[in-house]
């Protein structure tokens, strides 16, 4: 499936994507149990398929069956009661997959081309960073460039969502706590980043990353390490790689990350972006207002975000 949380006369739900449409998984499996006769209705659809995507994550594959089973009716059972199971896609406001994760982990120097450019030896373990849940922006939004900086660089990055509780598992298993996979773009403040040895700083400013349009889920790709991925900035390449070029594979990270922290449903992970950052690059023409920065993943999907300055902060 293909995973969103969208907006809705002002209310945030998570949907699944089926030929340009978006089904409400809530209200479409409440819509299911009540034809089925089912008093509690609303409370059973609240455990089982909640409208948050935390939530639905947090229900693991039991969930996951009984939304697949919300999508199958709302294809014939369009409304219930007058009230829209399905929308078109045009119709709603998309937001980021997962947008308050409770931790996202950020791998850096996780390519080869990029840890060339950048003059660097290949890690011997994840270098790893962390961005906070005021980054998250959706497929939709613009790209904020606050007035902190004249630096703004993108970095096109193929991101995995936890699906399940996750602490010490080993490499063969790992792919089993993933719930799906995402785009996203670690927007960086690079001036702001290289102020110390630590790069939080440049990291965590507001708006800094997209994330989207969906989350497929993890089923739907048997293997996270043959992706192609490309970033473009005006219809320009500027990035292109495969994730089989990753020093630490997704089953990797999900094994390391895990004998260091708890990871929760919800946690995201972004996994390194490839040579091509403008920082690397001579001269240097960082990102300005009106850019368009797009970010494809082979299996994965498409995020288009336009860069817009932030006035009057």
Do not use: C
Not at 72 to 95: H, I
Not at 106 to 113: F, I, Q, T
Not at 205 to 223: F, H, Y
């Amino acid at each position: 499936m293909k995973l969103i949380t969208f907006k809705q006369a002002g209310i945030s739900r998570v949907g699944a994507i089926v030929n340009e449409e978006v089904i409400d998984l809530h209200a479409s499996y409440k819509a299911l149990l009540k034809s089925e006769g089912k008093i509690r209705a609303e409370e059973i659809a609240e455990a089982f398929v909640p409208a948050d995507m935390t939530g639905l994550l947090q229900g693991g594959k039991e969930s996951m069956e009984l939304a697949k089973k919300a999508v199958d009716y709302a294809l014939t059972n369009q409304d219930d009661n007058g009230y829209k199971l399905v929308y078109p896609y045009n119709e709603v406001k998309v937001e980021a997959p997962v947008p308050k994760p409770g931790k996202i982990f950020a791998v850096g120097h996780n390519y080869r081309e990029h840890i060339l450019e950048m003059g660097r030896e290949l890690p011997t373990n994840p270098v790893l960073f962390a961005k906070f849940g005021n980054t998250v922006i959706g497929p939709q939004d613009d790209i904020p460039f606050h007035p902190v900086s004249e630096q703004l660089d993108y970095e096109a990055e193929f991101a995995f969502v936890i699906g399940k509780r996750a602490k010490n598992v080993s490499e063969e298993e790992a792919l089993d706590y993933v719930a799906g996979y995402a785009v996203a773009n670690d927007v960086t403040y690079r001036d702001i980043q290289r102020r110390t040895l630590q790069w939080l700083q440049g990291k965590t400013v507001d708006g800094s990353l997209p994330m989207g349009p969906w989350m497929v889920t993890a089923d739907e790709i048997k293997d996270p390490q043959t992706l192609e991925m490309v970033l473009t900035v005006n219809g320009e390449e500027r990035q292109r790689t495969n994730t089989a070029n990753q020093v630490f594979s997704v089953k990797h990270l999900v094994s390391f990350l895990s004998n260091l922290a708890t990871l929760e449903p919800g946690d995201i992970v972004i996994t390194g972006t490839p040579g091509g950052v403008i920082q690397a690059m001579e001269p240097q023409v960082w990102l300005k207002d009106g850019d368009v920065v797009r970010v494809e993943i082979d299996q994965v999907g498409v995020l288009e975000n336009t860069v817009r300055t932030v006035k009057g902060e």
